[in-house]
């Protein structure tokens, strides 16, 4: 069974950048599929990027296209998400996930491991 902590969150203003990282430990990083979600006060737990076991995959929400970056070092036990030209609207809680099952679908009940997430305040 897989640990996931996250860390890199903190407050940037509108147009800044963060890197979030996800470490693993107590499980063989690289048969999980890996993603990141987030959630915002008041709001549902909404799939940010996903990529697969072997970084042949990724998939991002249109929110995110062309200004986030997942990405995973196997080798370091290591899931990142490269944030940038961040938004006010990017303001949540980040969360990285992982899952050993194949499924056509992000949804987040797919996913068994969560971190227990890092907050991201982007300021206008």
């Known amino acids: 069974q897989v640990h996931l902590v996250e860390s890199g969150g903190g407050l940037v203003q509108a147009g800044g950048s963060l890197r979030l990282s996800c470490a693993a430990s107590?499980?063989?990083?690289?048969?999980?599929?890996m993603a990141w979600f987030r959630q915002a006060p008041g709001k549902e737990r909404e799939l940010v990027a996903a990529i697969n076991w072997s970084v042949s995959s990724t998939y991002y929400a249109d929110s995110v296209k062309g200004r986030f970056t997942i990405s995973r070092d196997n080798a370091k036990n290591t899931l990142y998400l490269q944030m940038n030209s961040l938004k006010p609207e990017d303001t949540a809680v980040y969360y990285c996930?992982?899952?050993?099952?194949?499924?056509?679908?992000?949804?987040?009940?797919?996913?068994?491991?969560w971190g227990q997430g890092t907050q991201v305040t982007v300021s206008s």
């Open positions: 996930a992982g899952r050993l099952i194949v499924s056509g679908t992000y949804h987040a009940n797919t996913y068994r491991y």
């Open positions: 107590g499980g063989i990083f690289s048969n999980y599929a």
